[in-house]
């Protein structure tokens, strides 16, 4: 006899570890996403591809400021600490931390109202 595969068991992991219609699941990916890219570039993850699709379609959805989207890119894609992203931003670490708040909640409510997981 075969070995059953089951292709959709590395998707529903993805989908359990990052769930977009929770803060804490889009706030897990973000601070992941470089290991997320990686794992589609390096390994050709298809599934970490579908997810990154999900996270950029969110947040175009989710009709987020400019400075949230600012902040977002300061803080999760150029790793910078909020108190530098501050400075850069020119506001202070507490707007930083409001704006990433936010925005985490407007993207995930954005999937609530969809229904996504």
Do not use: C
């Amino acid at each position: 006899m075969g070995k059953v595969i089951d292709f959709s068991a590395k998707e529903r992991r993805l989908d359990d570890a990052y769930p977009l219609d929770s803060e804490r699941g889009i706030y897990a990916l973000l601070t992941q996403l470089h290991h997320v890219r990686e794992s589609r570039f390096l390994r050709g993850d298809y599934d970490a591809s579908l997810l990154l699709l999900d996270l950029a379609q969110s947040i175009e959805e989710a009709n987020l400021t400019h400075r949230q989207k600012q902040a977002l890119k300061l803080v999760f894609i150029h790793d910078y600490i909020q108190k530098d992203a501050a400075h850069w931003m020119n506001i202070s670490q507490q707007a930083v931390s409001d704006h990433v708040r936010s925005a985490i909640q407007r993207i995930a409510h954005v999937n609530e109202e969809k229904g996504v997981a």
